[in-house]
Structures are given as structure tokens and as C-alpha cells.
């Protein structure tokens, strides 16, 4: 089988590290892919939304399956674009079609699909910048803290959280009146806040039958202690010690049955991932957010717990024969810590030499933004590399991954060196 990736990040190289290791797989493809990814399969110089150079890549290399990475694609519809295009329709594509990635492409599509299927969520209302005074008034009715969030696309930074309500009025004009989102911030969702801890689950489909893969804790803030800006994510834990059998069944019970129900009652063909950010309230599991792609760096941390042949269950996918496949988990814990450029989330510089990272031992590293020039591997993008460690216990898998993170060097480089400390006393309490 030829496969292509689309993407060029970290969630890229972790698919492409797996994908090559099946025995289904004859040659490999990465669009744009990385430094990382070279080691794999063979980077094409194509975007990844580049459609008609996508088309014509896989029809001159023979590409039997598609995995889309990002979101941005799967917004703009190229599974769409491979169904409507009879060259192509019979190449399978991972990832749902344009109406089906509006899960992520709009808080406010999203919100109002968990309020039809009776999915728990929190509390919001939708406002655009002829009701802004509306939003003024909505923020007084609730109780700090309040959480804003761009309708659209914002790369993993469009959620702001405040405490004082006339900051979150200057936020919410800001967004509306100044396009501090850009366009993703036309439309504006402000929601109830809900206190509780923070997981991510990743559901696998084809659109009948669903796999529920690991689930993983991401560290969104750029600071130890979960302090400044949120980034597109700063490590990753998997599995979540707190995500018990007793919660997962009220995760798979009301959330994931209901989710992939909602979808084929409206008819809405959705076969690749599905992200769903979730908030553990006492016990209670509540929909933060849906993304319709496997989440960065989460997905550093779950693909290596996947034992079973990963490009065996994208083809279960594509000809929807999913339930007729054994998923197996590995019951190691992963960890990963995100190795990122200084200045990043803001400002930063690329074409940093990176150095070292080839005497890395019992760890994995994936490239998330690097190139190749010539004999050296550049920085191309805030977040560098993420190093992944499997260990028995979580403070084996933390040692090997900060160990290697210290020993890769480039200029620059920040990395949170409390990445799972918050999950200790949580993994302990399982034993």
C-alpha cells in the first residue's frame, strides 16, 4: 500500500514513525513533512493545502491512502475535493468531509450539535459585533472566571481565560472590533468556566464503529505551573491516571456514543479522528471542545502506546470494517516534553542549528518544526521537537524524556520542566 501524510509537525512524524513499522506499507509519502519525517518515507515539497498539487502527487505515485494531519485542510474540504474528482474517488482519505470538520472549524456549530444529542457541555451563547452590547450584558450575568473563545481556527491559541469582567469586555471587543483572531474571531462564543482537570480522548471511526484510542493530558501554557500565554501545546502524559474505568464508561456512555450517533442521524460522513477535549468535574465528564484531527504534541504520546499495525486500522477506516479490528494498548506511560524556540508563543527565530539529538537513547524524538540543510537540521517553528519516553512508572518515563531533552541543544531552546509533576499524586493513588 502507498500512503501519503499531509502535515509537517510533530503529529505528522509520530504517524509516519508508526505507519512505516506495517507490514501493509510499500512506500511512504510526507507533504511537506520535516526533517523527521525524511527518516520515514520520502517529504514531497507540496502543501498541505495545496489541492490540485495533492492530486497530482498522488496520482503519479499511486497513493491508495490519505492521512490528513491538520484541520486546516479538512476545513477547506479536501475530502470533498478527492469524492467530487473521479480520479480520486477511490483513494481512501483520513479525515471527515468539510460538514463533519465544522466540529472544530466552529465553536458555534459544535456547541449547538452537543445541545441536539444532548452531549454535556457547558453553558454558552454566540455573539458577533452588531450584539456586542448582548455579550457586555452576558459576561455580568456569570461568575468569573470567563472563558472567550474564537468561533473559528486560531491555531490552538483562541481561547482567553479572565478573571475581571471589564478585561473580559476589552477582550471581547478586541476580538470582535480588531480582529485580534483574524477572521476566526468574527463570531465570538463565551462560555460558562468549568472548574475541574483537563483531558483529552481520541476516538477513532469510520463512520459506523468507532475505537476509543489513549487518553492524554496536554500542557497548553508557555510557563511551569501553567502560567502565560497558551501555546499549541508544551507535553503531553498518556495515559490520564484519573480517566478511570468507571469514567471512561460515562465518557463512551454520553459523549462518544452519542457524538458518532449524532452524526450518521445527521447524516454527516465523518472517517478519520476525533479529538475531544473534555473536563473531568468531579467525576463528570463535560465537552470542552471537539477537533476533528488527533491532537499536537497529544498524539506524541498516544501513537507510541498503540501496539497493533496503525496502517492496518486506517484501512479498516477507509473500507469501514473498523469493528472487525483488535485494538491493543500498550499499559506503559508515555511522556513527552516539547522542546520549543525562544520567544515562542510570540516572536521567535528560525534556522537554529539543532544539535545532539542523534545520541538520544530510550526516548523517541519527533520533529514538530524543523528542515533539512544539507548536512545540518535547522528550527523551522516555535515548537522544535518533542522528546517521548515509555517507562513502567510515570517518573521513568519523565526521567528518560528530560534527560534527553537537556542533551539536545540549539540556541534558544525552553522546554517546561514540570510536565506530569501535577499527575503523580494521581498515578500513585491507582496503584
Not at 469582567?165 to 462560555?191: C, P, Q, W, Y
Request: charged letters at 25%; proline letters at 4%.
Amino acid at each position: 500500500m502507498n500512503v501519503l501524510i499531509l502535515g509537517s509537525g510533530g503529529r505528522e512524524h509520530a504517524f509516519a514513525w508508526k505507519i512505516s513499522q506495517s507490514k501493509l506499507l510499500n512506500q511512504l509519502f510526507i507533504a511537506p513533512g520535516n526533517a523527521g519525517t525524511a527518516q520515514h518515507g520520502t517529504n514531497v515539497a507540496v502543501d498541505e493545502s495545496d489541492f490540485e498539487g495533492i492530486k497530482n502527487l498522488v496520482l503519479e505515485k499511486q497513493i491508495d491512502l490519505v492521512v490528513v494531519g491538520p484541520e486546516v485542510p479538512l476545513v477547506k474540504g479536501i475530502h470533498d475535493f478527492f469524492k467530487a474528482d473521479e480520479a480520486l474517488q477511490k483513494v481512501a482519505v483520513i479525515g471527515p468531509k468539510m460538514e463533519a470538520a465544522q466540529l472544530e472549524g466552529s465553536k458555534d456549530f459544535s456547541k449547538k450539535f452537543m445541545l441536539r444529542h444532548n452531549i454535556p457541555t457547558a453553558a454558552y451563547q454566540t455573539f458577533v459585533s452588531q450584539n456586542i452590547a448582548e455579550g457586555y450584558e452576558f459576561l455580568e450575568k456569570l461568575t468569573p472566571p470567563f472563558v472567550l473563545k474564537a468561533d473559528g481556527l486560531a491555531a490552538g491559541k483562541g481561547v482567553v481565560i479572565l478573571n475581571d469582567v471589564h478585561e473580559a469586555k476589552r477582550e471581547l471587543h478586541d476580538m470582535l472590533f480588531t480582529h485580534k483572531f483574524g477572521n476566526a474571531g468574527s463570531r465570538v462564543v463565551i462560555e460558562e468556566f468549568l472548574k475541574g482537570i483537563e483531558l483529552s480522548v481520541f476516538v477513532l471511526t469510520d463512520g459506523i464503529s468507532y475505537k476509543i484510542l489513549p487518553s492524554a493530558k496536554d500542557y497548553k501554557r508557555i510557563g511551569e505551573g501553567d502560567t502565560g500565554p497558551n501555546t499549541g501545546g508544551m507535553g503531553a502524559i498518556s495515559p490520564v491516571p484519573f480517566a478511570n474505568e468507571e469514567f471512561m464508561k460515562k465518557v463512551e456512555q454520553r459523549i462518544v456514543i452519542p457524538t458518532i450517533k449524532g452524526l450518521k442521524r445527521e447524516k454527516i460522513q465523518y472517517q478519520g479522528f476525533i479529538f475531544i477535549g473534555l473536563m473531568n468535574v468531579d467525576g463528570e465528564p463535560f465537552v470542552i471542545e471537539y477537533n476533528c484531527r488527533m491532537g499536537d504534541p497529544e498524539t506524541e504520546a498516544v501513537i507510541p502506546r498503540i501496539e497493533s499495525d496503525f496502517l492496518e486500522l486506517l484501512q479498516a477506516v477507509g473500507n469501514q470494517s473498523l469493528h472487525e479490528m483488535e485494538l491493543t494498548i500498550s499499559n506503559q506511560i508515555a511522556a513527552t516534553v516539547m522542546l520549543v524556540s525562544e520567544g515562542y508563543p510570540g516572536n521567535y527565530t528560525k534556522g537554529k542549528k539543532i544539535s545532539k539529538f542523534l545520541e538520544v537513547k530510550e526516548s523517541l524524538v519527533f520533529h514538530a518544526g524543523t528542515k533539512q540543510s544539507g548536512e545540518e537540521v535547522l528550527s523551522n517553528g516555535g515548537r522544535v521537537m518533542a522528546v517521548t519516553s515509555l517507562g513502567n512508572t510515570i517518573e521513568e518515563a519523565l526521567q528518560k524524556s528530560f534527560t534527553n531533552a537537556r542533551l539536545i541543544d540549539f540556541d534558544g531552546k525552553y522546554y517546561r520542566k514540570d510536565i506530569g509533576t501535577d499527575l503523580l499524586l494521581f498515578f500513585h493513588a491507582v496503584r
